[in-house]
């Protein structure tokens, strides 16, 4: 059945829906008084800002912060604080004045998060954005264009294509011919990407066939990041096909182990596919002997991966590149620039020896879309999705605006924190029990340690350890993280329960500032505030 419009219909005219001339009036409006927001969020002494607002502690005692269900409860409960009308309030203004409940929306998000510009910031694998930060991500958002096809997002795709070869050959070498990379929303998609391109290349007939045929094991240690296991998952593979390979004391996989677990999957009947060397634990910070793995996987025809999602980045160091030693012989490597060096959240790259594969594993004939035959420029065919974030940017205007030397200077200032404080406590003996530190030095970034208030021995230190994070992020001072050991490691003679984990990537970070944490540590041993 045909439907056709009648000559009336046709001839009557309709306005735009949106007045062009109202969205410049009311960006012109709202753009300068949000970037005053902005600025006196940032603005305060980064030394002495609360990193937990005072809106997210609980005001009846002041010693615990809100719930997620606590907050979701105050912010929805309560009119004027999270709302969907039905009218909005950008729509059909007569006076830009009546724009103000938007910038009180603005308010309320800023009041009720935490500030990753406060250096007590200290419990995730980054900290704050810096000025090309901030600027590089409006402009995406003022571009609001795709970088799937060249067509779309013409300078963009070549920033993509630059930035992505440059970074590669860091790891690579600059003779390598083909060398490049591409970004993904996040380290864990880059990792998913990875397993299934190894599949995909090793045995093109999975593209078609799927993985019928064979049986794929894929090795990684057991401190590997979770991401590893859920590629597994997605790839079809199962959870059963992934070994977690043992590790050392200090959480680098033992290569003679990864190459009896070989060895043993193959008699089982098993494919051995994969091998996941990691740069960087999320927990310990260690870094596996990427040489010695690189000869096992080279041996049994394994695929190399580096998940260099936080210590990738060691590459720009002046003094610790050698922890990578041996990664440019990696099939891929994921690194992330949003972790050590301070580009806006998200922003993961997956570089390759020959960028050529990302097409010829991931690409379908999606003629309708992709029209470029040749070298390929229409980068969403050489992944598995389609519409992706020009993140490659963020990264390109950051190391436009420091430099590498600017980004060799920010690693290794991280890198002495780290040190420095891990020393700070291991003197302290009586008090602190540093957990990763080998010869003076931590492997990464990360701090490991147990704190004793009291002269009694203790066995299971998670109480204490939960009970000091949640006063700390309570007077909003400092944000710290706590871990457990892996569960494989659970039979170490150092494993007693959950222990601090504190994060030193902020550019800002004095040894001023951490003596007067560890007075704050120290504090709570002498107020005898703390329940064992």
Same mark, same amino acid.
């Given at each position: 059945m045909?439907?056709?419009?009648?000559?009336?219909?046709?001839?009557? /005219?309709r306005?735009?829906?949106v007045d062009?001339?109202?969205?410049?009036?009311?960006?012109?409006?709202l753009?300068? #008084?949000?970037?005053?927001?902005?600025?006196?969020?940032v +603005?305060p002494?980064?030394?002495?800002?609360?990193?937990v607002?005072?809106?997210?502690?609980k005001?009846?005692?002041?010693? %615990?912060?809100?719930s997620?269900?606590?907050?979701?409860?105050?912010?929805t409960? @309560?009119?004027?604080?999270l709302?969907?009308?039905?009218?909005g309030?950008?729509?059909?203004? %007569?006076? $830009?004045?009546?724009?103000?409940p938007?910038l009180?929306?603005?308010?309320?998000?800023?009041?009720n998060s935490?500030?990753t510009?406060?250096?007590g910031f200290?419990e995730?694998?980054?900290?704050?954005?810096?000025p090309?930060?901030?600027?590089?991500?409006? &402009?995406?958002?003022?571009?609001?264009?795709?970088?799937?096809?060249?067509?779309?997002s013409?300078?963009l795709?070549?920033? $993509? +294509?630059?930035?992505?070869? %440059?970074?590669?050959?860091l790891?690579?070498?600059?003779d390598?011919?083909?060398?490049?990379?591409l970004?993904?929303?996040?380290? /864990?998609?880059?990792?998913?990407?990875?397993?299934?391109m190894? #599949?995909?290349h090793?045995?093109?007939?999975t593209?078609?066939?799927?993985?019928?045929?064979?049986?794929?094991?894929i090795?990684?240690?057991v401190?590997?990041?979770y991401s590893?296991?859920?590629?597994?998952?997605?790839?079809g593979?199962?959870?059963?096909?992934v070994?977690g390979?043992?590790?050392?004391? *200090?959480?680098?996989?033992?290569?003679?182990?990864?190459?009896?677990?070989?060895?043993?999957?193959k008699?089982?009947?098993?494919?051995?596919?994969y091998?996941?060397?990691?740069?960087g *634990?999320?927990?310990?910070?260690s870094?596996?002997?990427?040489?010695?793995?690189?000869?096992?996987?080279?041996?049994? #025809?394994?695929?190399?991966?580096?998940?260099?999602?936080?210590?990738?980045?060691?590459i720009?160091?002046?003094?610790d590149?050698?922890?990578l030693?041996?990664?440019g012989?990696?099939?891929?490597i994921?690194?992330?620039?949003h972790?050590?060096?301070?580009v806006p959240?998200t922003?993961?790259?997956?570089?390759v020896?020959?960028?050529?594969?990302?097409?010829?594993?991931n690409s379908l004939?999606?003629?309708?879309?992709?029209?470029?035959?040749?070298?390929?420029?229409?980068?969403?065919?050489?992944?598995?999705?389609?519409?992706? #974030?020009a993140?490659?940017?963020?990264?390109?205007?950051?190391?436009?605006?420091?430099?590498?030397?600017?980004? *060799?200077?920010r690693?290794?200032?991280?890198?002495?924190?780290?040190?420095y404080?891990a020393n700070?406590?291991?003197s302290?003996?009586?008090?602190?029990e540093?957990l990763?530190?080998?010869d003076g030095?931590?492997p990464?970034?990360?701090?490991?340690?147990?704190?004793?208030?009291? *002269?009694?021995?203790?066995d299971?230190y998670?109480?204490?350890?939960?009970?000091?994070?949640g006063r700390f992020?309570?007077e909003?001072?400092?944000?710290?993280?706590?871990?457990?050991?892996?569960?494989?490691?659970?039979n170490?003679?150092?494993?007693?329960?959950?222990?601090?984990? @504190?994060?030193f &990537?902020?550019?800002?970070?004095?040894?001023?500032f951490?003596d007067?944490? @560890?007075e704050?540590?120290c504090?709570?041993? %002498?107020?005898?505030?703390?329940?064992?």
């Open positions: 045909t439907i056709s419009l009648s000559e009336d219909q046709l001839q009557q /005219s306005q735009p829906l062009h001339k109202q969205e410049i009036q009311h960006l012109e409006y753009l300068p #008084r949000i970037v005053a927001k902005i600025i006196d969020y +603005k002494d980064p030394e002495s800002s609360l990193v607002p005072p809106c997210l502690t005001s009846c005692e002041g010693k %615990e912060t809100l997620g269900r606590e907050l979701y409860n105050a912010l409960s @309560v009119p004027g604080k709302d969907l009308p039905l009218k309030f950008g729509t059909q203004v %007569e006076d $830009e004045a009546m724009l103000q938007v009180d929306q603005i308010d309320l998000i800023l009041d935490a500030n510009w406060s250096l200290l995730k694998l980054y900290a704050s954005t810096n090309i930060g901030v600027i590089a991500d409006l &402009v995406l958002s003022v571009l609001n264009t795709n970088s799937h096809v060249f067509s779309a013409p300078v795709t070549v920033i $993509e +294509k630059f930035v992505g070869r %440059e970074y590669a050959k790891f690579y070498g600059h390598s011919e083909y060398c490049g990379g970004t993904f929303p996040g380290g /864990s998609w880059s990792n998913v990407t990875s397993l299934h190894a #599949r995909a090793l045995y093109p007939s593209k078609t066939e799927g993985n019928s045929a064979h049986r794929f094991a090795f990684t240690s401190d590997s990041h590893i296991t859920k590629a597994a998952m997605l790839c593979f199962g959870t059963d096909a070994v390979v043992p590790v050392t004391e *200090t959480g680098e996989m033992i290569v003679e182990a990864l190459e009896s677990e070989i060895v043993r999957m008699n089982d009947g098993w494919t051995p596919l091998v996941n060397a990691t740069a *634990t999320t927990v310990f910070g870094f596996d002997p990427i040489e010695e793995i690189s000869m096992v996987a080279r041996k049994h #025809r394994l695929w190399l991966h580096v998940d260099g999602s936080l210590g990738g980045n060691f720009f160091s002046g003094k590149f050698t922890m030693e041996g990664v012989k990696a099939d891929s994921t690194a992330n620039p972790k050590l060096l301070g959240a922003c993961s790259f997956l570089l020896k020959d960028e050529r594969i990302f097409k010829s594993c004939k999606a003629e309708y879309l992709f029209h470029d035959a040749g070298d390929n420029f229409d980068l969403a065919n050489g992944t598995l999705g389609c519409g992706r #974030r993140d490659s940017l963020k990264f390109y205007l950051s190391w436009y605006y420091y430099g590498k030397l600017g980004f *060799t200077q690693i290794d200032h991280a890198k002495y924190m780290a040190d404080f700070k406590l291991a302290m003996a009586n008090i602190f540093v990763n530190l080998v030095r931590v990464g970034v990360q701090v490991c340690f147990y704190m004793n208030p009291t *002269t009694r021995v203790i299971d998670t109480r204490i350890t939960r009970q000091v994070c992020h309570a909003g001072k400092y944000m710290i993280d706590y871990a457990p050991f892996p569960q494989a490691n659970k170490n003679p150092r494993a007693k329960g959950e222990f601090f984990r @504190v994060v &990537v902020n550019p800002k970070l004095s040894t001023k951490l007067r944490m @560890v704050d540590l504090s709570f041993c %002498e107020s005898g505030d703390v329940i064992m």
